[in-house]
């Protein structure tokens, strides 16, 4: 098989606050398996573009790359879509491959429909992949990368089975090489943890828990837990700090206590921390029912100063609906263990679950000022595919805006979630958004349309904000991208090869 140039493709995220914050590692981790493996390969960096289509169009004149790769989350794929048409209209002949979590989602989403002997919204948003994209990767990308690369790949590679050959594994999850971090400009992101400038990393791939809303509880890639070693995961953090000179680190695992080793690897942090003669700067997330001081003593010798937790509402009626586990108790408790180790908390909270109404919201904001985090996030929720309020939905015979299909979820106690059906390629669903371009809701409940649900959105931040004396986040403008001579500048693209 020839080895022939591969262009990898990160899309933009304008939803962001600020989209040069982190960079996307999955894109990064398949470059660089294919770098070892002598494929030559660019990534093509848009986050942050504003023009973004520009960009694409002028790079796809130019490169002599015939197949391009595009990751996408949910929120970026009409980005992805524009990409897609885009190189389409100036290369016809390029293969265009889409993989990343949309399209696991997608088809994880369509393959429950299929065990349910009926169609739905989910396969015809694999329908929709189908017109955009010549092959749909689902699952790892390390190793389906070169299936999508070779002659003749199939339509779709599901890779995202526990019984697939390029399922990895904790051995095999180990053994691919570090995101290849040197193909994009490093030094145009920017993050920092208590005032130290930090770079994200993952350690673990996986949640096994059944929160209703979340996207992935269908799928086996994003549902199983994979762990690197300790000895992996450390000397990543070695080579970024002589790299790049960063003593921060994100960690951006689901949860890092559902690792039963955690304690380990965080003794483990902290030795290399004081071998090197350094102090880390370290944020990442933990699961509340979970925490305890053990893990709190552990996490902060080791240099995390932040931690962030989902823990969603302060209703006690709403935790149950989402199947969250962690009752109100535990998660006050999660906060008490955390203040009491000298680690500050930043809240995740949804709204919109089945049941919510004025009153657990207000439940909510109770919670928050009564327990007092450093930060919070509150955010209107979206169901994906791949989530139970996506995947048990049931179509409603009633239309909803624009004359779209409405869906309904059921919980156990009989709260239901209403859900406008969206088409992915034109709308930017997403969970959190810039609060300065305004919320959107698709979805409402028994007591709260979808208007309401925004403002009382809008009123829980304001309040608590106010309260708690937690300033605003500030956005950041978008980069524009410059023509010169059809030649993209260096912080959007990077090679390697010939």
């Known amino acids: 098989m020839e080895k022939q140039r591969v262009c990898i493709i990160i899309p933009p995220s304008p939803f962001l606050l600020d989209e040069r914050v982190f960079p996307f590692l999955g894109p990064l981790k398949v470059a660089a398996v294919l770098e070892r493996a002598g494929w030559p390969v660019e990534v093509l960096d848009l986050s942050g573009i504003s023009n973004f289509a520009d960009a694409v169009r002028d790079h796809a004149q130019t490169t002599s790359a015939r197949l391009f790769g595009v990751t996408a989350t949910t929120p970026q794929f009409p980005a992805a879509a524009i990409i897609a048409s885009t190189i389409r209209s100036e290369r016809p002949e390029a293969r265009l491959i889409i993989g990343g979590t949309h399209a696991t989602l997608v088809v994880a989403g369509a393959r429950h429909e299929l065990s349910e002997s009926r169609v739905g919204r989910a396969r015809r948003a694999y329908d929709q992949l189908k017109e955009y994209f010549d092959v749909i990767v689902a699952g790892d990308g390390e190793e389906t990368i070169f299936v999508a690369c ?10 995202d089975s526990r019984t697939s050959p390029m399922f990895l594994n904790d051995e095999r999850l180990t053994a691919t090489p570090f995101p290849a971090r040197h193909l994009i400009d490093m030094e145009s992101y920017h993050y920092q943890i208590d005032g130290v400038p930090a770079l994200s990393l993952i350690a673990q791939l996986g949640c096994p828990y059944k929160c209703g809303f979340c996207a992935g509880r269908s799928s086996p890639m994003l549902r199983n837990i994979r762990m690197r070693t300790d000895e992996n995961i450390v000397e990543e ?12 680190f994100m960690f951006y695992d689901d949860e890092l206590n559902v690792n039963k080793g955690m304690v380990g690897l965080m003794q483990k942090i902290a030795k290399t921390q004081r071998d090197l003669g ?14 305890n001081d053990v893990q709190a003593e552990s996490l902060y010798a080791a240099g995390f100063r932040q931690l962030l937790v989902g823990f969603e509402s302060g209703s006690p009626r709403i935790l149950e609906n989402i199947q969250k586990i962690a009752t109100r108790d535990d998660n006050t408790r999660c906060m008490d263990i955390a203040r009491r180790h000298g680690l500050k908390v930043k809240a995740l909270m949804s709204l919109g679950h089945p049941g919510d109404s004025a009153e657990t919201i207000a439940d909510t904001r109770r919670w928050l000022i009564d327990v007092r985090p450093s930060d919070f996030d509150a955010s209107v929720i979206t169901p994906y595919p791949g989530s139970p309020y996506y995947d048990h939905a049931l179509p409603l015979v009633e239309r909803g805006i624009d004359g779209n299909q409405v869906w309904v979820y059921t919980c156990k106690s009989g709260d239901r979630l209403y859900q406008q059906e969206v088409n992915y390629a034109l709308e930017a669903d997403y969970y959190k958004g810039n609060p300065d371009d305004g919320y959107q809701s698709h979805v409402w409940t028994d007591s709260l349309q979808p208007d309401e649900l925004v403002r009382l959105r809008n009123d829980l931040e304001s309040d608590v904000r106010r309260e708690l004396r937690i300033p605003f986040n500030s956005s950041a403008a978008a980069i524009s991208y410059e023509h010169s001579m059809g030649q993209l500048p260096p912080h959007v693209l990077r090679r390697v090869g010939v």
Do not use: C, H
Not at 150 to 159: E, M, N, V, W
Not at 241 to 247: D, I, S
């Open 237 to 248: 953090m070695i080579l970024l700090y002589r790299t790049y000179g960063n003593r921060g």
């Open 150 to 159: 070779g002659d003749s790949p199939p339509q779709l590679i599901d890779a």
């Open 278 to 291: 350094v102090e880390w700067k370290l944020r990442g997330f933990v699961k509340s029912e979970r925490f």
